[in-house]
Protein backbone atom coordinates (compact mmCIF):
# COMPACT_ATOMS: atom_id res chain seq x y z
CA UNK A 1 0.00 0.00 0.00
CA UNK A 2 1.39 3.44 -0.82
CA UNK A 3 0.07 6.68 0.10
CA UNK A 4 -0.13 9.43 -1.64
CA UNK A 5 -0.43 13.03 -0.55
CA UNK A 6 -0.28 16.29 -2.83
CA UNK A 7 0.20 20.07 -1.56
CA UNK A 8 1.06 23.28 -3.02
CA UNK A 9 -2.20 23.83 -5.37
CA UNK A 10 -4.01 27.41 -5.59
CA UNK A 11 -4.25 30.06 -6.90
CA UNK A 12 -1.82 31.81 -10.27
CA UNK A 13 -2.40 34.52 -12.29
CA UNK A 14 -1.83 33.40 -16.24
CA UNK A 15 2.41 33.86 -17.08
CA UNK A 16 2.85 33.02 -12.98
CA UNK A 17 4.51 29.92 -11.22
CA UNK A 18 2.95 27.32 -9.14
CA UNK A 19 5.35 24.39 -7.10
CA UNK A 20 3.16 21.37 -6.64
CA UNK A 21 4.65 18.72 -4.03
CA UNK A 22 4.05 14.90 -3.38
CA UNK A 23 5.08 12.90 -1.04
CA UNK A 24 4.43 9.09 -1.39
CA UNK A 25 5.12 6.84 1.44
CA UNK A 26 5.34 2.90 1.67
CA UNK A 27 6.64 0.92 3.96
CA UNK A 28 7.09 -2.30 2.23
CA UNK A 29 8.88 -1.20 -0.90
CA UNK A 30 10.91 1.62 -2.78
CA UNK A 31 8.78 4.02 -4.65
CA UNK A 32 10.39 3.85 -8.53
CA UNK A 33 7.38 5.56 -10.56
CA UNK A 34 6.12 9.10 -9.64
CA UNK A 35 3.63 11.30 -11.55
CA UNK A 36 1.43 14.12 -12.25
CA UNK A 37 -1.78 13.96 -14.00
CA UNK A 38 -4.48 16.62 -14.50
CA UNK A 39 -8.28 16.71 -14.88
CA UNK A 40 -9.57 19.67 -15.99
CA UNK A 41 -13.69 19.93 -15.85
CA UNK A 42 -15.74 18.10 -18.39
CA UNK A 43 -12.51 16.37 -19.43
CA UNK A 44 -10.63 12.95 -18.76
CA UNK A 45 -7.54 12.75 -16.59
CA UNK A 46 -4.08 13.18 -18.47
CA UNK A 47 -0.78 12.51 -17.85
CA UNK A 48 0.78 15.86 -17.37
CA UNK A 49 4.71 14.46 -16.42
CA UNK A 50 6.13 11.02 -15.04
CA UNK A 51 9.71 10.47 -13.76
CA UNK A 52 11.66 7.38 -13.00
CA UNK A 53 13.97 6.65 -10.31
CA UNK A 54 17.19 7.70 -12.22
CA UNK A 55 15.70 10.30 -14.06
CA UNK A 56 14.20 9.53 -16.78
CA UNK A 57 10.88 11.90 -17.58
CA UNK A 58 7.86 12.22 -19.63
CA UNK A 59 6.37 15.44 -20.46
CA UNK A 60 2.80 15.82 -21.91
CA UNK A 61 2.95 18.15 -25.33
CA UNK A 62 1.33 21.02 -23.37
CA UNK A 63 3.83 20.57 -20.44
CA UNK A 64 7.15 20.19 -22.87
CA UNK A 65 9.04 23.82 -21.97
CA UNK A 66 6.65 24.71 -19.27
CA UNK A 67 6.85 22.28 -16.75
CA UNK A 68 9.44 20.59 -14.99
CA UNK A 69 9.26 17.37 -12.88
CA UNK A 70 11.65 16.50 -10.37
CA UNK A 71 12.31 13.67 -7.49
CA UNK A 72 13.85 13.35 -4.26
CA UNK A 73 14.25 9.69 -3.64
CA UNK A 74 15.24 9.70 -0.25
CA UNK A 75 12.23 11.47 0.90
CA UNK A 76 9.68 9.88 -2.04
CA UNK A 77 9.06 13.65 -2.77
CA UNK A 78 7.99 14.48 -6.60
CA UNK A 79 8.03 18.54 -7.47
CA UNK A 80 5.84 19.73 -10.31
CA UNK A 81 7.75 23.64 -11.27
CA UNK A 82 4.71 24.93 -13.69
CA UNK A 83 6.03 27.74 -15.37
CA UNK A 84 4.25 30.31 -17.59
CA UNK A 85 0.63 29.22 -16.53
CA UNK A 86 -2.25 29.59 -18.66
CA UNK A 87 -5.91 29.19 -18.14
CA UNK A 88 -5.73 26.02 -19.48
CA UNK A 89 -3.81 24.87 -17.02
CA UNK A 90 -6.59 25.24 -14.54
CA UNK A 91 -7.52 21.63 -13.54
CA UNK A 92 -7.22 19.21 -10.73
CA UNK A 93 -3.67 18.01 -10.27
CA UNK A 94 -3.50 14.18 -8.77
CA UNK A 95 0.18 12.73 -7.91
CA UNK A 96 0.17 9.00 -8.52
CA UNK A 97 3.22 6.67 -7.19
CA UNK A 98 3.92 3.54 -6.63
CA UNK A 99 7.11 0.67 -7.43
CA UNK A 100 6.24 -0.51 -10.72
CA UNK A 101 3.18 0.62 -13.50
CA UNK A 102 1.18 -2.05 -12.14
CA UNK A 103 1.23 -0.64 -8.70
CA UNK A 104 0.47 2.61 -8.61
CA UNK A 105 -1.58 4.32 -6.18
CA UNK A 106 -3.61 7.77 -6.53
CA UNK A 107 -3.79 11.06 -4.01
CA UNK A 108 -6.50 12.82 -3.32
CA UNK A 109 -6.39 15.79 -5.87
CA UNK A 110 -5.54 19.17 -5.80
CA UNK A 111 -7.14 21.87 -7.45
CA UNK A 112 -5.00 24.58 -9.56
CA UNK A 113 -6.48 27.84 -11.02
CA UNK A 114 -5.22 30.03 -13.18
CA UNK A 115 -7.35 33.11 -13.69
CA UNK A 116 -6.47 36.90 -13.93
Known amino acids: QVHVVESGGGLAQPGGSLNLSCVASASAFRINIMGWYRQAPGKERELVAR???????IYADSAKGRFTISMDNVKNMATLQMNSLKAEDTAVYYCNAGPSFGGLSWGQGIQVTVSA
Open 51 to 57: IIRGGST
